[in-house]
């Protein structure tokens, strides 16, 4: 199909379209004349995906890159995969960011510390960090809900990596990582209201 | 104190605490004469909690300023001020959003359909329209998993919500919804890389 139809199909402008090819995001089409190319279904495909990355999810050009580039280049480890999706999601990590804490609460909850990364601790240590500079404690207790509440997502997500394909295994953990984000957050907040009315319905706070 | 001691105080540049001040996040110091005011330790608070909410939680300007007017001046009822949070948090509202599924899903969970605001429901629909656009499939039961792990926190949270003065309940709840945000996604990392050394260890995938 034309570029024109492409962006018919997928809702994309032929602009967008143009720059995600320019960007490396979006393979070529097959040229059909010097100034037409022809695109297929795995054209849409990436475009749906790129889609979901950059609008879905909010990641830069570069970092869908990054992650694209996973997708098509998978590692050879099972462990490894999640590398990528997190390293194309983490900020620049500061070196010198004390994880001695964090550390201390991996070992008292029972996770592997030294199967953690830097970069994993930093973050969870970098936003603990921005929860107490702001003047925000946590109720007694509460990192230890997180905490299990994440260890059990967590190993549902890792239990369900699909084994069969090393493809299916990459666009299972890299997607999975930064697709599901958004969809945690929001299901966060439904809870709360549904909570919140349970426990104060319409009443006044006091 | 002068602007250029709470800047060193609170790490801000000044220039930075100008911005906020003329963007009304900031209140204005007392003035000593034409040009020069004086600031007190109210400042460094709240300069602290603007970083926290800015660079922390990656809001806008007008997303913090929103936050932090509903923090100022609290609604009567407990349950109103998780509208203040998810209102700010929230982005445009897609009024035409199909919420069905969404509803059938909270009443299969057991949550209160009739209590959970149609933005929220919107943002859940739209991070599962996400999530299929770009051709990932949940694993059977996955998404129950995510639903239970959130209303145990919400749960948690929203117990934990200090009834003793309305201002502190709005602090909790305007700022725990958004500050724990990072938290929880950075936690969910580092379980599932602690979670797939468990699974996948340092063998091949296959």
């Known amino acids: 199909m034309r570029i024109s139809e492409l962006a018919s199909e997928t809702a994309v402008p032929v ?4 720059y995600y090819l320019r960007e490396g995001l979006l393979h070529d089409g097959v040229l059909t004349s010097a100034t037409q190319a022809s695109y297929d279904d795995s054209h ?15 990641l830069s050009i570069a970092e869908a890159r990054e992650l694209l580039d996973g997708v098509d280049s998978p590692p050879s480890s099972g462990h490894d995969l999640l590398g990528i999706a997190h390293h194309a999601l983490a900020g620049p990590v500061d070196e010198g960011v004390d994880t001695s ?10 996770w592997s510390r030294e ?19 702001a003047g925000f404690e946590l109720p007694s207790g509460m ?10 997502v967590a190993t549902a997500e890792i239990a369900g990596v699909p ?12 997607l999975g990582t930064v697709l599901v984000e958004p969809l945690l957050l929001a299901l966060r907040r439904l809870a709360q209201q549904s909570a919140s009315f349970e426990r104060f319905g319409e009443r006044p706070l006091r």
């Open 143 to 152: 990192l230890e809900t997180y905490a299990e509440a994440m260890h059990e």
């Open 115 to 133: 199967n953690c990364d830097v970069a994993g601790k930093a973050a969870v240590a970098e936003a603990l960090a921005g929860v107490r500079s």
């Open 163 to 174: 084994t069969d394909s090393e493809e299916a295994a990459v666009r299972y953990v890299v």
């Open 44 to 58: 849409a495909r990436k475009l749906r995906l790129i889609r979901a990355l950059v609008v879905g999810a909010g």
């Open 15 to 18: 602009a967008t379209i143009k």
């Open 101 to 110: 804490e964090i550390d201390a609460l991996l070992d008292s909850w029972g």
